[in-house]
């Protein structure tokens, strides 16, 4: 369904919600599902502590290649969805900030859209090469992922 | 001899001390003799080298595989996770 939009990109500007939302709106969509995360300044979940700011970077050709891979993958299973936006911001991001978005949208909202949009950010998270650094009070530390990709992702 | 241009990133980058470096290397060699290649030319890098992502010309590439001549090569973390 190559007439449906798609959108993937590395950004370092704000991530307009309401812009790709419109990019991804068709007549016949009814229904969105849309994850975003932001930079958390408190965490007091398991390692508890704080946040001045995430630096976040990525190689971009590879990334934004990885980010379609992730879309076509969400097409495959699930055919109903119509427009699909995947973007992470990259650069200096502080608390409270959004650094990544992925929504989804269909005819319904009963059609898988929120798994779908669910497991495009799981998939995000795998398989598209961006790392954050995180700065606090106690000084900076890469996050690194254990998700080892497999021949073929 | 290949010609291949290495790309860092993240942590590793920090432990190389630099973004890109241009290596030869033998036609015939894998992308695992070229991780223990860098490990033993950076030490900073040796322990690195145990859960290193290789990317070939953006593609993901493993162990057994030959680095083609004029690739592109990343070297990085696993992707960043979190919950």
């Known amino acids: ?38 930079v958390r300044g408190i965490t007091s979940r398991g390692d508890a502590h704080e946040t001045e700011y995430l630096e976040y970077e990525s190689y971009v050709p590879m990334a934004e290649a990885k980010m379609k891979q ?19 911001r990259v650069g200096k991001l502080y608390p409270k900030t959004p650094t990544v978005l992925i929504a989804c949208t269909a005819a319904h909202r009963d059609t898988g859209v929120f798994d779908a949009a669910r497991y495009g950010i799981d998939r995000l998270k795998e398989i598209v090469p961006v790392w954050k650094k995180e700065v606090g009070p106690n000084g ?12 073929g992702e | 001899m290949n010609r291949i241009k290495l790309l860092f990133f993240a942590a590793i980058r ?39 992502l290789v990317a070939v010309n953006r593609e993901y590439a493993f162990d057994e595989a030959v680095v083609p001549s004029n690739a592109e090569i990343a070297l990085f973390p696993p992707v960043s996770g979190g919950q």
């Open chain 1, 70 to 88: 992730v879309a076509d993958e969400i097409r495959e299973k699930w055919p109903v969805v119509e427009g699909i936006a995947i973007v992470q």
């Open chain 1, 140 to 151: 900076e530390e890469w996050i690194e992922g254990d998700y080892i990709p497999k021949p």
């Open chain 2, 14 to 52: 920090d432990r190389a001390g630099a973004k890109s470096i241009e290596m030869d290397i033998p036609s015939d060699m894998t992308i695992l003799q070229l991780k223990e290649k860098l490990g033993a030319d950076y030490p900073n890098l040796k322990e690195s080298m145990k859960s290193v």
């Open chain 1, 1 to 38: 369904m190559s007439q449906f939009p798609t959108i993937y990109s590395i950004t370092e500007s704000e991530i307009d919600l309401n812009d790709l939302l419109t990019k991804i709106t068709l007549t016949s969509t009814g229904a969105a599902a849309i994850f975003t995360g932001m």
